[in-house]
C-alpha cells in the first residue's frame, strides 16, 4: 500500500546512517540532504553524535515524539525490532527497508520477510522493500545510489522490481532529456509491489497534473488482473504505459530467481496480459526509455511519415525499420516534389526520405518541414536527422529545429546523433525542454511497437448462442486427460463453433456405413496417439472404398488404435487455434496458420480470456500470415469475420470452463464462406 507518511513525510529517519558514502546509509543521507527535504532529519546510529551534520540518536527510544518515515539500511536480522519499536512508540506508518538477507537469501530470509510485512501491516502501515535501493518524490530523495534526476512534474512514472536495473534505465534515459517525476523500486515487494503501486497511480490520478506516463520494469507478475484493471484505467484515462517483463527464456528465470526470490512467468502469457491493457512491452532499456521519449511528443494521427536528413545511410536503415514494422514512408511525386526540391540545393533528393545534403542550411531544413506539415495532408509527422556536417557548428539547425517542433501541427521528431562531436549543441537543444533520438533504428522501434500496440481491451464477455449450462454439464461429467472426439464436439457444439461431419468407426461395418452416410471423398484418422501424424495416423481425400478399407486396415495395426475417425473432407485454408492455461494468468489463446505452419513457421499471436471481437481481429491481423488469410496472389482468402467470432467464442468456452487445460484446435479448413474444426484435442485437470 502507499500512504501519505510515505509519499509526503513531514520526519524521515535514517536507521543506520552514516558519514561513509560509500556506504548505502551515508549516500542515503547525503541524498535526502542535497535533495533538499524540507522535513525534520534525523539518524541512528549509537557510535555518532551527528552524522552529515544531522543530530544522531543512539536508539529508537531516544528519537523526537513522532516519526512519519523511517529508511533502514541496518543488517536484516536487526530490521524487525526496529520497525516494531518504531511503530509502537513513534507512530511510525511508512518504512523502507533498503536491507538485503531476506527471502532472496532463501527459507530463513523468506520467514525474516513475512515477519517484517507483519510488523508494519499491524499498524496498518506502508512497506517498500526489502532489498531495494529506495524511492524518489518530489518531498525527499529516498534512494542511496546515483544518479539522483531532478524531478519534473510532467516527467515520468517510474516503478521497478530491480533497482539495479532502475539505475541503468535512468542512466539510459538522461542523456535523452528524458524526466522523472517519481521513482519506486519495490525489490523483494513483501507488501507493495508492482501492482499495488499502479493501483495507487490509478486511485490518485488527477487529469492536468499527475503524470501520464509510467514505465514498469517487472520480474514477477503476481496479480495480473489487478496489473490489467489499473493499467487499463490509466491508459483509458490519457496515460501511455511502456514495460519490461524479464525472465522469459528458462535462463532469464534463473537469473530473475536468483535476483529477487521471483519466479518468471510464462511469455506468452505476459504479451497477451501487455496486449489486452495496451502497456507497450520493450526488451531493453533502451527501447523502454526511447518510448518514453515519444510518447513526450504528439500522437501521430497516421502512419505515413517523412524523413527529412542530410545523410542518406542514416535515412535508409530509418526508413527500413520503420517500413518493416508496419509504418509507411511513401513516395513524393508531382507538385510536391517539384515544390521541395526547389527549396533545395542541386543534387538533394525529394523522393523521402528528403535528403539536403550536408549543404543544405538550416533556413532549408525549416522550410522543408514547414512544407511537410502544412501542404501534405497525406504525410502525419516528420523525423529529422540531423548531425554535425563537419564543415560548421550547427546550432542554428537545432535553433531552427526548436522553432518548427514548437510551430508544427504535426509532431516532429529529432535524431541528432552527434552526441560527442556536436555535444554543446545537442545540450543546447535538449535545453529547450525538448527530447532527442540519438539513434534511428532504435527509434523506429520504438514508433512501430507503439503503433502495434492496440488501446485496452473492453471488458465484457461474448455468450450469444453459447450454451453455459450445457458446457457446465459437460465438463462436471468428463473424465480428466484428453477427452474423447465426441465429448469434444459436444464442448465445441455447446460453444456455437462449427465442426465437421463426423463419425467413430470401431469395425468395417461401421467405417462403410459412415462412408455411405458422409460420402466421399472423406478424411480417415486414428483415435489413441495425441500426434496423429507422427505415427502415420492421418490420410486425407480418400475417394473409394477400396482406399478406405486399405487405410483402415493400416492404421488398425498402429499401435495404441483401437478405433478411427472419419470426417467428410473439406476443402481451404488450413488455420489453428489453441489454447493453454497459465496459473495466475489464465487461459492464453493463440491462433495461426494450421496443420504442420504452427511449429513449423513459429507464426502466432496471443490473446488473454476473454476476448472481444476487436481483441481477437487485433491477434488475426498481427499475424505475419495475414496476407494469406485475406488472399494473396490469386489465392482466396478465409472468412475473416467468422475466424474472429470462433476466437471469441472458444476465450467465451475457457472463461466458463477453468477445467481445460490445454486446447488445439488444428486444422481448422477455412475458405471465403465457413471455417469448420476438423480436429482438435482437449485435456481437462480438474
Same mark, same amino acid.
Given at each position: ?46 557510535k ?8 544522531c540518536?543512539? +536508539? ?13 539500511? $541496518? ?6 525490532p ?6 509502537? !512508540? ?12 531476506f ?6 530470509g523468506?520467514?525474516l520477510?513475512?515477519e ?16 531495494c ?8 530523495s529516498?534512494i542511496?545510489?546515483s ?5 519534473? /512534474? ?25 524526466t522523472?517525476?517519481?521513482?519506486? +523500486? ?12 499502479l ?7 488527477i487529469?492536468?497534473?499527475?503524470s ?8 514477477n507478475?503476481k ?32 537469473? !530473475? ?17 501487455f ?13 523502454? !526509455? ?7 511528443y ?27 514494422g ?19 540545393? /542541386? ?27 502544412? %501542404? ?26 526548436? %522553432?518548427?517542433?514548437? %510551430?508544427?501541427?504535426?509532431?516532429v ?5 552527434? $552526441?560527442s ?43 450469444e448462442?453459447i ?22 464436439n ?7 463453433? /462449427? ?37 502415420g ?113 472458444l476465450? +467465451? ?14 486444422p ?19
Open positions: 500500500m502507499m500512504n501519505e507518511s510515505l509519499l509526503n513525510p513531514q520526519s524521515i529517519v535514517v536507521v543506520g546512517g552514516s558519514d561513509d558514502i560509500s556506504k548505502p546509509g551515508g549516500k542515503l543521507l547525503k541524498n535526502i540532504l542535497d535533495g533538499g527535504f524540507q522535513g525534520e532529519l534525523s539518524v541512528i546510529n549509537p555518532k553524535e551527528t552524522v552529515q551534520g544531522i543530530r540518536f543512539k +536508539t529508537v527510544a531516544d528519537l523526537p515524539e513522532k516519526i512519519d518515515l523511517a529508511i533502514l539500511a $541496518i543488517a536484516a536480522q536487526h530490521c524487525v526496529a520497525v516494531k519499536e518504531l511503530a509502537k !512508540t513513534k507512530s511510525t506508518r511508512a518504512f523502507i527497508v533498503i536491507s538485503a538477507g527471502s532472496e537469501d532463501g527459507p530463513e523468506a520467514q520477510e513475512e517484517l510485512k507483519k510488523a508494519v501491516e499491524d499498524v496498518d502501515g506502508a512497506l517498500i522493500g526489502p532489498n535501493i529506495g524511492m524518489l518524490t518530489p518531498t525527499y529516498g542511496f545510489t544518479p539522483v534526476p531532478k524531478l519534473d /512534474p510532467k516527467g515520468c512514472d517510474f516503478v521497478s522490481g530491480s533497482g539495479s536495473t532502475a539505475v541503468f534505465i535512468l542512466e539510459s534515459a538522461l542523456p535523452k532529456g528524458l522523472f517525476s517519481s521513482l519506486v +523500486t519495490v525489490g523483494n515487494s513483501a507488501q507493495t509491489g508492482i501492482e499495488e503501486v493501483e495507487y497511480w490509478d486511485e490518485s490520478y487529469p492536468g497534473k499527475s501520464n506516463i509510467k514505465l514498469i520494469y517487472v520480474e507478475i496479480n495480473p488482473d489487478k496489473l490489467l484493471k489499473h493499467a487499463s484505467s490509466l491508459i483509458r484515462k490519457g496515460c501511455r504505459i511502456a514495460a519490461i517483463k524479464s525472465g522469459i527464456t528458462d535462463a532469464g528465470q534463473r537469473a !530473475t530467481a536468483s535476483h529477487t526470490g521471483a519466479l518468471a512467468s510464462s511469455d506468452s502469457a505476459v504479451e497477451a496480459l496486449r489486452k491493457a495496451g502497456i507497450v512491452r520493450c526488451f531493453g532499456r533502451e527501447e523502454l !526509455t526511447t518510448v518514453a521519449s515519444v510518447f513526450n504528439p500522437k501521430l494521427e497516421g502512419k505515413n511519415l517523412a524523413i527529412i536528413t542530410h545523410a542518406g545511410g542514416a535515412g535508409v536503415m530509418l526508413t527500413d525499420a520503420l517500413s518493416g508496419g509504418l509507411n514512408i511513401p513516395a513524393i511525386e508531382g507538385k510536391a516534389h517539384d515544390d521541395i526540391l526547389n527549396i533545395l540545393n /542541386p543534387g538533394s533528393s525529394a523522393s523521402n526520405p528528403i535528403d539536403i545534403l550536408a549543404t543544405g542550411t538550416a533556413e532549408q531544413l525549416g522550410q522543408v518541414i514547414e512544407y511537410c506539415d502544412t %501542404q501534405m495532408d497525406n504525410i502525419h509527422g516528420m523525423i529529422v536527422i540531423f548531425g554535425s556536417t563537419g564543415l560548421s557548428r550547427v546550432f542554428d539547425a537545432y535553433e531552427m529545429i526548436d %522553432q518548427k517542433m514548437k %510551430q508544427c501541427r504535426k509532431p521528431f529529432p535524431i541528432l546523433p552527434s $552526441i562531436s556536436a555535444r554543446e549543441e545537442v545540450e543546447f537543444f535538449l535545453s529547450h525542454g525538448h527530447i532527442n533520438f540519438p539513434d534511428e533504428v532504435v527509434l523506429a522501434r520504438a514508433l512501430t511497437s507503439i503503433n502495434q500496440t492496440p488501446a485496452p481491451a473492453e471488458e465484457e464477455i461474448f455468450t448462442g450454451d453455459i449450462q450445457a458446457i457446465r454439464t459437460v465438463i462436471k461429467h468428463a473424465p480428466e486427460g484428453f477427452l474423447d472426439p465426441a465429448t469434444n459436444e464442448l465445441l457444439e455447446a460453444a456455437g463453433i /462449427p465442426i465437421v461431419e463426423e463419425g467413430i468407426a470401431t469395425s468395417k461395418k461401421e467405417l462403410t456405413a459412415l462412408a455411405q452416410r458422409l460420402g466421399f471423398p472423406l478424411a480417415l484418422k486414428v483415435i489413441g496417439p495425441v500426434h496423429k501424424s507422427d505415427v495416423g492421418v490420410t486425407l481425400n480418400i475417394k473409394s472404398e477400396t482406399h478406405l478399407l486399405s487405410e483402415y486396415r493400416r492404421m488398425r495395426k498402429i499401435k495404441g488404435v483401437k478405433s478411427v475417425l472419419v470426417q467428410k473432407m473439406q476443402t481451404g485454408t488450413e488455420l489453428f487455434i489453441g489454447a493453454k492455461y497459465e496459473p495466475t494468468f489464465g487461459h492464453v489463446i493463440l491462433c495461426g496458420l494450421g496443420g504442420i505452419f504452427v511449429e513449423s513457421l513459429g507464426d502466432t499471436s496471443y490473446g488473454l480470456a476473454p476476448l472481444t471481437f476487436e481483441e481477437a481481429r487485433s491477434m488475426v491481423r498481427s499475424l505475419k500470415a495475414y496476407p494469406v488469410i485475406k488472399g494473396a496472389r490469386g489465392k482466396e482468402g478465409i472468412n475473416e469475420d467468422k475466424y474472429v467470432e470462433i476466437i471469441v467464442r476465450s +467465451t468456452l475457457l472463461r466458463y470452463a477453468t477445467e481445460i487445460k490445454e486446447i488445439d484446435l488444428n481448422l479448413i477455412g475458405n471465403k464462406d465457413e471455417i469448420i474444426a476438423v480436429d482438435g484435442r482437449i485435456r481437462v485437470e480438474k
